[in-house]
């Protein structure tokens, strides 16, 4: 996001950008933000507190964002060492925390235009990370993947059982938060899309690819005209969000302002193949979870791709989808074997895999003209849990924690560490 002036390093991981989110009690919340607004502008010093229920139009328009977020409590500004004090002993404040960046790094180009491989090797892993089909017997010898893409289908859509399901998707609204969506691609032409862009300066047309290859395995066509079925909620109305940039990257804020306009515009699912690499729970971003809980909206973010299993490093749920109540998605491969970079479960709360899905080799949509990529991470498994959750609460009208326990109780039971696996594989409503 631009909120633009990354200043350093902090010590528990992550590049900061010098300002802070303060996280407001629920006493100072309601249909006024009056007294929010009141004790944001006493704790920042500010005479001047931009709420986002000033903004007519979308947040970043005309260099225009609010600094008070008031459907989540969450106020972002720069704070001097004195106004970081009061506002950290401050007991309407639950607490503050330092906005950090979230970033492609540059690299050599893997797989897309941009994509670099510190990027890929976080939750926007590609190219990188692609693994073999074939899936080693541990005495060197390959045997057949269980699953394996058809001319109709990827292997995906069959492992979770999303070719069988009836539903479609049709009537509940999935945002996909990320580096936005080709929106000339013409795998999505007639559908219904609403698409923002929360980076200064840029449209919410996809440069980077990971936002389209998302998009798609959330909600792409039931026939494609490149070829086999790649999506899941086909008839799903779809709300774009670009918070992560064309160089894929973006701020906490910018992430936050994204989660606010997909509650507020009607979203049920929110899907965000998004992350950093830093195990401690932001406190914004459970608020902010909790908050679309309450409203009946379930937010799904990708595990995280830091580990190397190969080299007996399981890595650790990163930030946001280790908030308890975000729910964290894992990648399995077409073995249903855990992806090697998938991150593992940590004792940290909230830091549990609650469900793994499709992510190694995910064939998807991809800007044009190339139209289709298969890339790997625990983005690609993100958004088959994401269609999968727009399918179970079309079937029973679920939403919100409803809908997550839903999504947990029918996964497939894997021979696997619930540390890993959490609940299982999710799985698409059956008959």
């Not at 106020?75 to 607490?95: F, G, K, Q, S, T």
């Not at 580096?179 to 999505?188: A, I, K, N, S, V």
């Not at 914004?284 to 080299?311: F, H, Q």
């Not at 399981?314 to 970079?341: C, E, R």
Request: hydrophobic residues 40%; contains cysteine; aromatic residues 4%.
């Amino acid at each position: 996001m631009a909120y633009a002036r990354t200043i350093g390093t902090g010590p528990a991981g992550g590049t900061f950008t010098g300002r802070y989110l303060v996280v407001l009690g629920d006493d100072l919340l309601g249909d006024d933000d009056g007294p929010a607004r009141a004790a944001v502008a006493e704790l920042t010093g500010l005479a001047d507190v931009t709420s986002s229920r000033d903004l007519s139009g979308p947040p970043g328009a005309d260099g225009v964002h609010p600094t008070l977020l008031a459907e989540l409590g969450v106020a972002v500004a720069e704070l001097d060492d004195e106004h970081l004090r009061n506002a950290r002993a401050d007991p309407r404040v639950l607490a503050v925390e330092p906005e950090r960046v979230q970033r492609a790094l540059t690299g050599s180009p893997t797989s897309g235009p941009g994509l670099s491989v510190d990027y890929l090797r976080g939750f926007a892993d590609a190219a990188a990370f692609l693994r073999d089909q074939a899936i080693g017997n541990g005495a060197g010898t390959a045997v057949t993947a269980r699953f394996a893409d058809t001319d109709a289908l990827t292997w995906g859509l069959q492992a979770t059982g999303v070719d069988a399901a009836s539903e479609t998707g049709a009537g509940i609204v999935v945002a996909v938060l990320d580096t936005g969506l080709d929106l000339t691609h013409p795998d999505f032409a007639g559908r219904q899309i609403e698409a923002r862009s929360f980076v200064d300066g840029q449209e919410p047309q996809d440069a980077q690819g990971h936002g389209t290859h998302c998009t798609g395995t959330a909600a792409g066509p039931l026939t494609p005209g490149s070829g086999r079925r790649y999506g899941v909620a086909h008839e799903a109305t779809i709300l774009i969000g670009k918070v992560l940039g064309d160089d894929g990257s973006g701020t906490d804020a910018g992430i936050l302002e994204g989660i606010e306009w997909a509650i507020t515009s009607g979203a049920h699912i929110v899907s965000m193949s998004l992350g950093a690499d830093v195990e401690e729970v932001s406190p914004a971003y459970e608020n902010a979870g909790r908050r679309a809980l309450d409203a009946g909206v379930l937010i799904i973010a990708a595990a995280g791709n830091n580990a190397e299993r190969s080299a007996g490093n399981v890595g650790f749920v990163g930030t946001p989808a280790n908030s308890p109540s975000i729910m964290a998605v894992g990648a399995v491969d077409a073995d249903l074997a855990i992806a090697d970079f998938s991150a593992a479960s940590s004792s940290v709360e909230g830091g549990q895999v609650d469900l793994v899905g499709p992510g190694v080799d995910v064939y998807s949509a991809w800007p044009m003209p190339q139209r289709t990529d298969s890339i790997s991470g625990t983005s690609m498994a993100c958004p088959h849990a994401s269609g999968i959750a727009a399918l179970w609460s079309q079937r029973t009208g679920a939403r919100g924690r409803e809908l997550w326990t839903q999504l947990t109780d029918s996964a497939q039971s894997l021979p696997l560490p619930t540390g890993d696996v959490g609940a299982g594989l999710v799985r698409a409503p059956g008959e």
